[in-house]
């Protein structure tokens, strides 16, 4: 019998999957960074840029709003007709109230640094992902190494089979039954490449690469307990934390722009200047002076009291969003560090059932060879061992999976 595993083929089609190359010479820097220029958000970022820019830029001017200059002109020439006119033309400058320039200049300042932690936490944002998606790839494709490995094993089996048939050592019933596990092993074959076709398309989808590193296992890093202090107000998160950063900032930003409110809402007072040119009726010659008047408004903080409430909930809002935060961050850092904690004693029991199994398989490849035990006995046995296998290089797998999920969760980038 021809099999597909004696040919060397691929059970799927080469042009149904194009693989993600592994390129050792590609590092996490180069991946991330490639990553963050084909993220949707990147529209996202350019636009916190600009606002800080404007905002930092507005705190540099002298005046609290654009100028405006005015013109008017006076004649009773309509009227009484007795040559009286008037010229006036003048420039009004809004000028800042006390302290408000400094918030203008405190929320460029927040609001840059809003920005900046914006980009770390999306450079954060994608390591998760990547460290997922990079192990969801080790994963399937760990799979299909097992897969094809039970599927020449059957293979073999059946090649074996059908010449101790050919001889009579055998029953027909015992080719069909070993080419039926084959046929089932293939099966299983085609699920896993498929499941590594999904994983491949993903990262490939994400990164915008074709092209994957070739070590990207991590060493866990150690987050150092809360103090008492801290212990008792709730867990504790360095501000390093791009989450954590991004929070703080946006609290800053929106405490900020509270305070602008708080000091605009009021108004801000007119200062205008001009010349004026004037002729007094039944007279020829004109009078030229200058003008100087200050506006002055008063009432804003009744009228403005929607715009800074507005603000102060806004205000609360990010205050929220970053205790939850912290909960959050507390729980996933939790859960990570159990689920490592529970897959590292799971992997010591896993070791000696594999090693048991393994023994086991070797005995009972001899022991049917002796015609010691029926071949379904044998199959038992070969699916024992596989699965131990299987279970053992997925469990090693999820190891390094959750070390890097530790690492995402106290906030370090790979």
Do not use: C
Not at 82 to 100: D, F, H, I, K
Not at 300 to 317: F, P, Q
């Amino acid at each position: 019998m021809t099999t597909m595993a004696a040919q060397g083929q691929s059970v799927l089609p080469e042009h149904l999957h194009a693989p993600v190359e592994v390129d050792p010479g590609l590092g996490w820097d180069e991946l991330i960074a490639a990553t963050v220029a084909a993220h949707p958000r990147r529209f996202e970022l350019e636009g916190l840029e600009w606002t800080a820019a404007a905002w930092q830029a507005r705190g540099r001017q002298w005046l609290a709003a654009t100028p405006y200059g005015t013109f008017s002109y006076l004649s009773d020439r309509i009227g009484d007709d007795r040559n009286q006119a008037e010229y006036y033309s003048g420039l009004t400058l809004p000028l800042w109230r006390p302290g408000q320039r400094d918030t203008v200049q405190e929320l460029g300042r927040s609001s840059t640094l809003a920005s900046t932690a914006s980009a770390a936490a999306l450079r954060w944002e994608v390591a998760g992902l990547l460290r997922t998606l990079l192990w969801d790839i080790a994963a399937a494709r760990n799979a299909v190494d097992l897969a094809d490995e039970a599927r020449s094993v059957a293979d073999e089996l059946v090649r074996g089979i059908e010449r101790r048939f050919a001889v009579g050592d055998l029953a027909e019933a015992d080719v069909l039954l070993a080419r039926t596990t084959l046929h089932e092993k293939s099966l299983a074959l085609i699920d896993s490449e498929a499941v590594l076709l999904d994983a491949e398309r993903t990262f490939r989808s994400l990164t915008e690469l074709d092209r994957r590193p070739a070590v990207f296992a991590e060493a866990l890093a150690m987050h150092e307990d809360p103090d008492e202090e801290a212990a008792e107000h709730g867990p504790s998160f360095d501000d390093s934390h791009p989450l954590l950063a991004l929070a703080n900032a946006e609290v800053e930003r929106a405490r900020a722009a509270a305070e602008f409110a708080e000091r605009s809402t009021r108004g801000n007072p007119l200062l205008t200047i001009g010349p004026r040119r004037q002729r007094d009726a039944m007279t020829s010659y004109y009078n030229d002076s200058m003008s100087v008047g200050v506006i002055v408004p008063f009432g804003g903080k009744r009228y403005g009291a929607t715009t800074r409430a507005a603000s102060v909930t806004a205000l609360a809002a990010a205050e929220t969003r970053r205790a939850q935060l912290l909960r959050q961050l507390d729980l996933d850092l939790h859960e990570a560090e159990h689920t490592l904690y529970v897959l590292e004693q799971s992997l010591v029991v896993a070791e000696a059932r594999n090693d048991d199994a393994a023994r086991q398989w070797r005995m009972g490849r001899s022991a049917f060879a002796q015609g010691e035990i029926e071949l379904r006995e044998l199959l038992r046995i070969q699916d024992t061992a596989h699965n131990a296998a299987r279970e053992l290089a997925r469990l090693g797998i999820e190891r390094q999976r959750a070390i890097a999920a530790v690492n995402q969760a106290i906030g370090v980038l790979p």
